[in-house]
T-cell receptor
């Protein structure tokens, strides 16, 4: 099926560094969601964005809904070892009913 | 706490032997989804129920069926599992289905069932 274009595919960073990842699509989105998935667990919702230009924070996480409505980014500041996991962007394209699309995921590895 | 609960967490079945995975929710959400997720890949939507209305993805194999006997429960039936069906199966819920031209409620996921085929 269709996927959002999420990058980078993986990131290896040192504890304390900032992390940035983004998602782009050729379709317009009205909602952008960011999830984190740890091994053997289901995705957990981190941030939901509902308006173009919206900037939302959840602790050390900050996400923005792009002005064009075709992209979104997620930043993690001052990373810690428990930030390890796969981060997915997701959302339903504005022209699609009942179909959430997922990015391929960004695997984050934090080393002490 | 309100949750999406999947049972079992790990399921092993034999090639060709029918298997059923279950999902329950205490969120009272109208929509329940089943996804298949293979290693290092994004979740792939198989189908979803909006209340009692069943919506199948065009590329979901006929081997996969689903039942939703009531608001709280949804089942995934795999009639004749093949080796390629080994994966994590995720159940998710949302209050309403995605809508065109409006903000949408996020999906809430269970912890998944890891299916292995012998």
């Amino acid at each position: 099926g269709q996927q959002l274009n999420q990058s980078p595919q993986s990131m290896f960073i040192q504890e304390g560094e900032d992390v940035s990842m983004n998602c782009t699509s050729s379709s317009i989105f009205n909602t952008w969601l960011w999830y984190k998935q740890e091994p053997g667990e289901g995705p957990v919702l981190l941030i939901a964005l509902y308006k173009a230009g919206e900037l939302t924070s959840n602790g050390r996480l900050t996400a923005q809904f792009g002005i064009t409505r075709k992209d979104s980014f997620l930043n993690i500041s001052a990373s810690i070892p428990s930030d390890v996991g796969i981060y997915f962007c997701a959302g339903p394209p504005a022209d699609s009913w009942g179909k959430f699309q997922f990015g391929a995921g960004t695997q984050v590895v934090v080393t002490p | 706490d309100a949750m999406v609960i999947q049972n079992p967490r790990y399921q092993v079945t034999q090639f060709g032997k029918p298997v059923t995975l279950s999902c329950s929710q205490t969120l009272n959400h109208n929509v329940m989804y089943w996804y298949q997720q293979k290693s290092s890949q994004a979740p792939k939507l198989l189908f979803h129920y909006y209340d009692k209305d069943f919506n199948n993805e065009a590329d979901t194999p006929d081997n996969f069926q689903s039942r939703r006997p009531n608001t709280s429960f949804c089942f995934l039936d795999i009639r004749s599992p093949g080796l390629g069906d080994a994966a994590m199966y995720l159940c998710a819920t949302s209050r309403e289905p995605p809508k065109v031209g409006a903000g949408n409620q996020p999906q809430h996921f269970g912890d998944g069932t890891r299916l292995s085929i012998l």
